[in-house]
């Protein structure tokens, strides 16, 4: 089945860029996402890429994705202490129902 | 985008009685809805698939019987915790497929259950 993975942590300080890293494991994964969730709060849909796309640009979020060598990436311009949160990546598992396939989440410290 | 609401946004119950959560598209209709778990500082973890009509689908592991879920109609899936524990506290979630979008996958807001 599919498996996605992502690092733990990162930290950054204001104004930098940060730059989250996923891999997954289907290849056949119609979508890839990228969710955040802040502390107590449920899952927001930041963005998301079909899979015949190489990047996606949405103000200060671009995502790029390299079928290649499944990997998916999340940069962030311009990192505000409000974008500090966890960042989950997601792929459809192989039988495209709407299931998702979750990373363990990468922790984003925005430091002042 | 689409949009995926929950009832309630958090409840706490007693050891033993049962707590029922609404999951609804709002503008949307989802033939297959999902319901998630997540432990504190943990990923989401699928637990049940439900489908519109017919009977839920469940992850191994998950007890059908515990966790009772009913896909009444296109734009409605509840989740019931039966006779509630405490280990049973967590934050639900659940998320809805917009096929007549794009076809990406929305999620509610969840509902944090304590159980006491």
């Known amino acids: 089945g599919e498996d996605v993975e992502q690092s733990p942590f990162l930290s950054v300080r204001e104004g930098d860029s940060s730059v989250i890293n996923c891999t997954y494991t289907d290849s056949s994964s119609t979508y890839l996402y990228w969710y955040k969730q802040e502390p107590g709060a449920g899952l927001q849909l930041l963005t998301y890429?079909?899979?015949?796309?190489d990047m996606k640009q949405d103000q200060r979020l671009t995502v790029l994705l390299n079928k290649k060598d499944k990997h998916l990436s999340l940069r962030i311009a311009d990192t505000q202490t409000g974008d500090s949160a966890i960042y989950f990546c997601a792929a459809h598992g192989s039988s495209n129902t709407g299931k998702l396939i979750f990373g363990q989440g990468t922790t984003l410290q925005v430091k002042p | 985008g689409a949009v995926v609401s929950q009832h309630p946004s958090w409840v706490i119950c007693k050891s033993g009685t049962s707590v029922k959560i609404e999951c609804r598209s709002l503008d949307f209709q989802a033939t297959t809805m999902f319901w998630y778990r997540q432990f504190p500082k943990q990923s989401l973890m699928l637990m049940a698939t439900s489908n519109e009509g017919s009977k839920a689908t469940y992850e191994q592991g998950v007890e059908k019987d515990k966790f009772l879920i009913n896909h009444a109609s296109l734009t409605l899936s509840t989740l019931t915790v039966t006779s509630a524990h405490p280990e049973d506290s967590s934050f639900y979630i659940c998320?809805?497929?917009?096929?007549?979008?794009?076809?990406?996958?929305?999620f509610g807001p969840g509902t944090r259950l304590t159980v006491l």
């Open positions: 890429i079909f899979s015949n796309m």
């Open positions: 998320s809805a497929r917009d096929l007549g979008g794009e076809g990406a996958t929305f």
